[in-house]
């Protein structure tokens, strides 16, 4: 298969990808967007005690 030939299938196939989606309404998009920033804080959170288990741990076998 020729290069051009390829990057006509994968146009193809974006294009089609591209007809049957469709963009989120304001209450999906708010959803989306409050999921996400917990996932962040939750991740936040968890790097946060890991650090500070980290910080008391070095603590004490130093001093």
Do not use: W, Y
């Not at 146009?11 to 990808?17: H, L």
């Not at 998009?29 to 070095?58: E, R």
């Amino acid at each position: 298969m020729s290069m051009m030939q390829k990057l006509k299938d994968f146009t193809k196939e974006c294009v089609r990808v591209l007809r049957i989606t469709k963009r989120p309404d304001k209450e999906e998009l708010l959803t989306i967007i409050k999921v996400s920033g917990l996932g962040i804080l939750a991740i936040g959170f968890i790097g946060f005690i890991f650090h500070m288990l980290n910080q008391l741990l070095i603590s004490r076998a130093l001093g």
